[in-house]
């Protein structure tokens, strides 16, 4: 402390003499001496315990072809003001002509003539000008403490976050792999130091954690580092057969009464070697690891017992990568399609099939190839699918020609589609396909993909594992017909008693007078050509009373057989306007082409069984199963039966019976 305090009143004299022009024995320019002030002010820094903003003072001449902590100092330096860029792979350390460059940039920012790129002193005077100094903090003073006088107690225990088996990866940056819950009582703790235990818990050394799974570790305030160190054979100490590693310089405050919460975390090394893929290891506070001080000014310790936390170390990330597909939410609901488009009315471009999700993983996965399977049911010899398409919303992903292996088996095959699912997001697909060929008869279509369908990779270029699949659902094709939509739907029970079969009616055993009626509104649209509809007294009736056209669910299941229920019975009306009655079939109507109405229907219960007992107690839901139809006048009827056992065209329960 003598020795800087004269080197400093030597400096001054010094100065005193070159502002009053008055030459001194040896010729010392202004900027060797900044440099002298720079270094010296560092060391009474150093010595006093205080600290510097930059955290190093330079000392060396460094030009092309120098090495050492010097220069990875400066190129650390320089990378954080924005001068340079480390190639990828490249380790620092190398005075080479990328540095030489990014020194003369750094230089003519800094007003340092010429900027020629080489470190000397003015550099070095510049540089460390900006050394801040920051007063030392004593260790065992209770500053900062507002329980001053009053003794206290820490304890530390795990914290639940991260729970065990966190991955960490290659190049991994403060991963947090343990949390420490700190408790105070009765006084403000300030916690200065945190005493680690490293460890292998597979094959592997424990020497192996500092020498080849993490460069450095850290003790963190959320996202605020509070205290470092490098992992090397300089700072972790074996005691016996442990390692171990402390982390002070800290001057954390639990405040009296409150759990606080600091992180473990570590720098991964670069590179794993694989040996080490999937290996355990462990972090752990050993008894009193956790130092602090209360109020008194006492070092407080904890815990009395040894806890750790475990973590697996992984190769690189890209290789844990994975795509998973799946039906997204909002993919087109069963309907039925009229394809009325094109010269002869019989087709339907782009018509939405399927929406499906594809979410990546652990990286960027980039999707090369997708197959995507269609099933055609009905009659086949109709209406086919020629091209199908993947978009991303409205970006066309790809587009290919479907090839039929059958009359009801065919695929669409997209290669080098080369799109791109970033990491950790999901890309929300639409498949649509271009139908040909339709006619009055019904042709289904039915879309799905599954894992053999998708190859995919990662950002390296390796093929990754993909899992889940995703299937639309059917939509039933005509040229001509109706399309039918849902307006509303409800249930009500009557509150009519059941009573018993009269003596003179015994064979009908109980009698459930109790009834529940299911209302449908269900507005219809004729599109490619006329549609006829038969009234309740019809032949063929649009709306009927067998499981065709409603069905009665019991629990969430399908009455059948015996459990049918008896008495049922439709109510519903020819529209009193836009439709046509005259000239038609017996009690039918017609909706020509391009008109809708909506048609109100109602569907009539009782609470027996065929079987005239009463039905089992339980929740009753109605569905509307069929509607028939015709587009020749009631000649050739056809039964659209997409609604059925489809929970949007169900009721709501009620009680019965």
């Known amino acids: ?192 130091r945190v005493k680690l235990d490293l460890d292998a818990v597979t094959v592997n050394n424990d020497n192996d954690f500092y020498d080849d799974i993490a460069s450095r570790i850290y003790i963190m305030d959320g996202s605020t580092v509070l205290a470092s160190m490098d992992l090397n054979s300089s700072t972790v100490v074996k005691d016996g057969s442990d390692y171990f590693v402390t982390v002070a310089g800290m001057s954390f405050i639990v405040p009296k009464g409150t759990i606080k919460v600091l992180d473990v975390a570590i720098d991964a090394q670069a590179n794993f070697d694989s040996t080490f893929n999937t290996d355990s290891w462990t972090v752990g506070i050993p008894v009193d690891g956790v130092r602090g001080i209360d109020g008194a000014g006492i070092s407080q310790y904890s815990p009395s017992t040894a806890f750790t936390r475990s973590f697996t170390s992984e190769a690189d990330l890209s290789d844990s990568a994975t795509l998973q597909i799946s039906t997204n939410t909002g993919t087109v609901k069963a309907n039925t399609v009229i394809a009325a488009q094109g010269s002869s009315e019989n087709e339907y471009d782009g018509l939405e099939i399927l929406k499906f999700d594809a979410k990546a993983e652990d990286d960027d996965v980039t999707i090369t190839d997708l197959v995507v399977d269609i099933t055609r049911g009905g009659v086949t010899t109709t209406a086919t699918a020629t091209t199908a398409y993947v978009y991303d919303g409205s970006t066309l992903v790809g587009s290919a020609t479907v090839v039929g292996t059958s009359a009801t088996v065919m695929t669409a095959t997209f290669t080098d589609i080369d799109y791109v699912v970033p990491m950790d997001t999901t890309k929300v697909f639409t498949v649509k396909l271009d ?47 109706p399309q039918f939509t849902l307006v509303s739907k409800s249930i009500s029970k009557s509150s009519t008693p059941n009573q018993a079969a009269s003596s003179t009616d015994s064979s009908l055993g109980t009698i459930a007078t109790s009834t529940m009626t299911a209302s449908f509104s269900v507005k219809v649209k004729a599109v490619g050509g006329d549609v006829t509809f038969g009234g309740v007294a019809s032949a063929t009736p649009s709306f009927g009373s067998s499981t065709t056209y409603f069905q009665v669910y019991q629990n969430g299941a399908a009455l059948g057989g015996s459990s049918l229920l008896v008495a049922s019975s439709t109510a519903y009306s020819t529209p009193s306007s836009g439709v046509v009655t005259s000239g038609i079939g017996t009690n039918s109507f017609k909706l020509q082409e391009n008109n809708e109405v909506t048609i109100d229907v109602s569907f009539l219960a009782e609470g027996r069984t065929k079987a005239g007992v009463l039905v089992t107690t339980g929740s009753y839901a109605i569905g509307l199963e069929g509607i028939t139809w015709s587009v020749d006048d009631g000649a050739s009827t056809v039964t659209t039966s997409f609604m059925d056992g489809d929970l949007d065209w169900r009721t709501s329960t009620v009680s019965m019976p």
Do not use: C
Not at 21 to 45: C, D, F, H, K
Not at 152 to 172: F, H, L, M, Q
Not at 438 to 460: H, M, P, R
């Open 1 to 192: 402390m003598k020795r800087i305090f004269g080197s400093f009143v030597a400096i001054a004299m010094v100065l005193t003499l070159v502002g009053s022009s008055v030459a001194p024995a040896q010729a010392v320019t202004i900027e060797e001496l900044q440099a002298m002030i720079a270094s010296l002010t560092a060391q009474l820094a150093a010595l006093t315990g205080g600290s510097t903003s930059t955290g190093y003072m330079f000392n060396t001449n460094l030009t092309i072809g120098s090495t050492g902590n010097d220069v990875v100092q400066l190129q650390t330096m320089l990378v954080s003001k924005g001068h340079l860029v480390m190639p990828a792979g490249v380790a620092m350390g190398y005075f080479g002509s990328l540095t030489q460059a990014a020194v003369a940039a750094w230089q003519a920012a800094n007003g340092i003539s010429p900027a020629a790129g080489y470190f000397g002193p003015i550099s070095r005077a510049k540089a460390n000008t900006t050394v801040v100094v920051t007063p030392p903090v004593t260790p065992g003073t209770t500053t900062g403490i507002t329980t001053p006088g009053v003794e206290g107690t820490i304890t530390a225990s795990v914290n639940p976050t991260p729970g065990a088996g966190t991955k960490v990866y290659e190049g991994d940056s403060r991963k947090v792999v343990m949390g420490i819950k700190l408790e105070a009582k009765l006084s403000d703790i300030k916690i200065e």
């Open 435 to 481: 139908i040909d060929s339709a006619a009055a008869a019904a042709v289904t279509f039915l879309v799905d993909i599954d894992t053999a369908d998708v190859t995919a990779e990662n950002s390296a270029g390796d093929a990754i594992t993909e899992s889940g699949s995703a299937t639309g659902n059917t939509l039933t094709i005509h040229s001509k017909g």
